[in-house]
């Protein structure tokens, strides 16, 4: 159980474009996701917080209006790099947890890697 | 800001001998966790310790927590092959309704036959 998909599980885009990235809890509910952004050989920066039907809260230094996150259902979110730019070139990680009293386990998804040329 | 640290940032055994990594942070915590992550793939829980544990035994590994030390450590016994990976240590530290995790920098072991 708790399993997490994301999709694409990579992907190529030119600089200006905007990519969209899914993150889905496939047999749970998540009543919060986090995407997390790693660069390669580095540890795992989270960028954002969302729970379903609010807005995200997002950590310090990551740019909202660039980084679009929609965590409209309680089994989808979805993160979107707009005008993305060769220095987003990342592997981008969501993870999910069901909530309650004090959830302390996060699921990971499998990952996306974007590349921007 | 980087919370946990992790060393070695790099470790090289044979099979069958032990793995020992270790983690330091610098805030309280409410519990911390040990991840693993294969190459260019997502992260998999191995095993979260209570800020009130001081050891935790999972199979084949072992984790103990020093909050006096703001330390822990993560042992695999009888190493596998299988077991190459970089390994992650997670500190979870606020008191809201969900848990936020800041990861150390990991630790890469490779594991040879």
């Known amino acids: 159980g708790a399993v997490v998909s994301q999709h694409p599980s990579r992907v190529i885009c030119k600089s200006g474009t905007s990519v969209k990235i899914e993150c889905r809890s496939l047999?749970?509910?998540?009543?919060?996701m986090f995407w997390y952004r790693q660069f390669p050989k580095q540890s795992l920066m989270l960028m954002a917080t969302s729970n379903e039907g609010s807005k995200a809260t997002y950590e310090q230094g990551v740019e909202k209006d660039k980084f679009l996150i929609n965590h409209a259902s309680l089994t989808l979110s979805t993160l979107t790099v707009t005008s993305a730019h060769p220095e987003d070139s990342s592997f981008y990680i969501c993870s999910a947890s069901w909530g309650g009293p004090y959830q302390e386990t996060q699921y990971f998804g499998p990952g996306t890697r974007l590349l921007v040329l | 800001s980087q919370q946990g640290e992790e060393d070695p940032q790099a470790l090289s055994i044979q099979e069958g001998e032990n793995a020992t990594m270790n983690c330091s942070y610098k805030t309280s915590i409410n519990n911390l966790q040990w991840y693993r992550q294969n190459s260019g793939r997502g992260l998999v829980h191995l095993i979260l310790?209570?800020?009130?544990?001081r050891e935790k035994h999972s199979g084949r590994l072992r984790v103990t927590l020093d909050t006096s030390k703001k330390s822990s450590s993560l042992l695999i016994t009888a190493s596998r092959a299988a077991d190459t990976a970089s390994y992650f240590c997670a500190t979870d530290g606020t008191n809201s309704g969900y848990s936020t995790l800041t990861f150390g920098k990991g630790t890469m072991l490779l594991v040879s036959p």
């Open positions: 047999d749970f509910q998540a009543t919060t």
């Open positions: 310790i209570r800020s009130n544990e």
